[in-house]
């Protein structure tokens, strides 16, 4: 082993397990905000609180840990086995999301992923798709994988930020903030779009996505690295001190993500930094209190990063990456065939959906991220034995004796893994029959009135409502998916791929009740807008002007047609492309009474 390597494991004797844990809250945060308005009970915390700057912290966490680890890379041999750690960390659980989300929800992607497949595939491979600013390349597949096509970016840069780090940190953490500003200052001056899915270039595209904007929060965590270097061997005190530290810090940075949004819409904050400076403050404005947080868990002084050292703590802390990249695929599932558990109480969904992810994560961590890891590091010639505390992103070996997120049952580590499988198996199984299970559209006269609800299905004797929480959520229920059986029935599908914004005649058959449904040949975009009418004068109806989108293709107008009339029916696409189509309209009626 030669001096160069000594070099670089000899950084890694002191394990910053706190720091590891606060990753699995970070990664909270974003499941959070995803589950916002899918699950019952998880809006209020989306509402107070920015859980989207989670992502920041994970960027400025990254550049901390890489210049405590890594204070110099010296020659080219020590950049290269640097680069082949980093991959061999990011790559394998990115590989693997990648493949789960083809397994379990190919339905949920865009078409117009589907027509450059070849080259988005590649660029998810290759882990770029970030560095490309069009939604259908970073949001592609996985989405939540954008951050670590980022994060790769920063690693590429790595070796050039780290290269006489002490001599010139101030230049480059400047440098990065005004590349910031500069990228805010475009974006005002073209007045582009905050939009994620529109053709184009877009200010969540520049602002948000792109690993240049992002630059700043790397290097703020690289500064604030270096500034403990050289400082926290002069910062003494007892437990007590130290947790009033901790305490005070992560008071800090919890309520930064609460204020730092509300700064962001003062008139003022407006006119200095106008729509894209706005955005970026209400995504990112908590960098320093990320940085301050993670300067004092790392000193580890208090009970607060005492407690986040538990061994349990710290393995939370390990499968976190995990818990990130998996969790949006599990979701995007559930939203698909959400009608299938609609009868089941929204807590119990949430927690057994909580439950999956962990577990899932655990499991993806100990047979794939590990070993494969171990693999791709055992690719370089002569390496010494990899030392898994090398980073906040690197598996931590004083775990090993907990290798299951079941330990707290004290049961063996084998059979705690062989339970994990046999309960994602048991799921996967009540899952797959419920899928296959028919269901049946009744009446709403049968159902309880509600205005948060629309669309009824019977499970046996069950009735239940299928709310609808988000008439603008991207993936919902597939109604092609639903069986219509017992006395309900299909009539009106009218011509032959009919284009949108033209007349179609439907019959409500009389004594029914209905609810119309409307198949497109592409993804709905943009606002969509019915008017009805019994003659030829068309009358607009305020309750169906938000139709809900079902399953990408589908659209579902939540307010029932009268019964007993005959209506001409206008379908306009708002904003939509004009290539969208009508496959298909129909009425689905239940005799009333």
Not at 95 to 111: D, E, K
Not at 322 to 339: A, D, E, P
Not at 473 to 494: L, Q, R
């Amino acid at each position: 082993m030669d001096k160069a390597q000594n070099d670089l494991t000899s950084h890694s004797v002191k394990k910053l397990n706190a720091l590891t844990s606060l990753r699995f809250f970070a990664a909270a945060m974003i499941v959070l905000g995803h589950c916002h308005g899918v699950f019952e009970h998880t809006n209020k915390i989306a509402e107070i609180f920015a859980l989207n700057q989670a992502v920041s912290f994970f960027f400025v966490l990254s550049g901390f840990i890489l210049v405590y680890v890594y204070p110099t890379l010296n020659n080219p041999r020590d950049r290269g086995h640097f680069l082949l750690a980093r991959v061999a960390r990011i790559w394998p659980a990115h590989i693997a999301s990648f493949l789960l989300l083809l397994i379990l929800a190919p339905m949920t992607l865009h078409p117009t992923i589907r027509d450059s497949v070849p080259w988005i595939i590649l660029a998810n491979l290759f882990m770029v798709h970030s560095w490309i600013p069009l939604w259908n390349y970073f949001l592609s597949f996985n989405g939540v994988s954008w951050s670590i096509s980022t994060e790769f970016f920063f690693y590429l840069c790595f070796p050039f930020l780290i290269y006489r780090w002490q001599q010139t940190w101030f230049k480059k953490l400047l440098f990065s903030f005004l590349l910031l500003l500069a990228i805010i200052a475009v974006v005002n001056a073209f007045q582009l779009p905050n939009e994620h899915w529109i053709a184009g270039l877009s200010l969540h595209a520049l602002v948000y996505i792109s690993p240049l904007a992002r630059l700043f929060e790397f290097v703020m965590g690289m500064a604030i690295a270096l500034a403990w270097r050289k400082t926290s061997h002069l910062i003494s005190g007892n437990r007590i001190t130290g947790s009033i530290m901790e305490l005070a810090a992560l008071a800090l940075a919890v309520a930064s993500t609460h204020y730092t949004p509300v700064l962001a819409y003062f008139p003022s904050t407006k006119i200095w930094c106008g729509e894209a400076g706005i955005y970026w403050i209400t995504c990112s404005g908590s960098v320093i209190f990320f940085g301050l947080l993670i300067f004092v868990m790392a000193l580890e002084q208090g009970w607060v990063s005492k407690i986040l050292s538990w061994p349990f703590a710290v393995l939370l802390g390990e499968i976190s990456y995990s818990v990130y990249l998996i969790h949006t695929i599990l979701l995007r599932f559930y939203q698909h065939y959400r009608h299938v558990f609609s009868d089941i109480p929204g807590w119990i969904l949430y927690t057994i959906y909580w439950i999956l992810v962990l577990i899932i994560s655990h499991l993806i961590w100990l047979f794939i991220e590990r070993p494969i890891r171990r693999i791709i590091i055992g690719l370089w010639p002569k390496t010494p034995k990899y030392n898994s505390s090398q980073s906040e992103i690197d598996c931590n070996e004083s775990v090993r004796r907990f290798p299951s997120l079941l330990h707290l049952l004290k049961a063996k580590s084998k059979w705690a893994v062989i339970f994990e499988i046999l309960f994602v198996s048991s799921v996967s199984l009540m899952v797959i029959s419920r899928i296959h299970q028919p269901l049946s559209l009744v009446s709403n006269s049968q159902a309880k009135e509600s205005e948060d609800h629309a669309a009824w299905f019977v499970r046996g004797k069950t009735i239940f409502l299928w709310p609808i929480h988000n008439p603008d959520a991207m993936y919902g229920v597939n109604i092609d998916g639903i069986k219509i059986e017992s006395d309900a029935f299909v009539v009106g599908a009218t011509n032959d791929k009919p284009a949108l914004g033209t007349s179609h005649t439907v019959q409500v058959p009389e004594g029914s009740e209905s609810v119309l449904f409307i198949d497109l040949d592409a993804p709905a975009a943009g606002i969509f807008q019915a008017f009805w009418s019994i003659k030829e004068d068309y009358c607009e109806n305020d309750s169906i002007k938000a139709p809900l989108e079902i399953g990408r293709n589908v659209i579902f107008l939540p307010i029932p047609l009268p019964a007993g009339q005959e209506y001409r029916l206008r379908i306009d696409p708002g904003t939509a492309p004009g290539k969208y189509r009508i496959r298909k309209i129909e009425i689905h009626a239940t005799p009333s009474g």
